[in-house]
């Protein structure tokens, strides 16, 4: 049994390594992490860059593409409206080499 429960997290986390094809949820319980946008970069955990192309979406770096299905998602969110309520907090930057942790305790997460 505990080889099944080992087996199972490191598949979740492994998949989620890569988890950057993002779909927005409009109800918190469906979502896989709870996410804050804030106003400030220092602010942040993660900054994000949002790219234009699904390939563009590598690794776990801060590059998301949005898409426009749950089910085409690696991660999906659910947008909280105050910090404390958040898994995570993002920065959206204008630049794609801008983007990565900057709080790595959370990176383990994704």
């Known amino acids: 049994m505990k080889k099944i429960v080992t087996i199972f997290v490191l598949i979740f986390f492994t998949k989620n390594l890569f988890a950057q094809q993002v779909f927005i949820e ?9 996410v804050f946008e804030v106003d400030r970069e220092y602010k942040a955990d993660l900054l994000v860059f ?3 192309r ?3 979406a590598k690794g776990n770096v801060g590059l998301w593409y949005f898409t426009d ?3 085409k998602a690696d991660m999906v969110i659910f947008l909280v409206d ?11 930057v204008d630049r794609e080499y801008k983007s ?3 709080n790595w305790n959370h990176k ?3």
Do not use: N
């Open 108 to 110: 383990s997460r994704q």
């Open 54 to 56: 699904e390939y563009k």
């Open 50 to 52: 949002k790219v234009d």
């Open 100 to 102: 990565g942790w900057k």
């Open 69 to 71: 299905a749950a089910y």
């Open 26 to 34: 409009d109800a918190e319980y469906k979502a896989d992490l709870k």
């Open 82 to 92: 105050r910090e404390y309520k958040a898994d995570l907090k993002v920065f959206f």
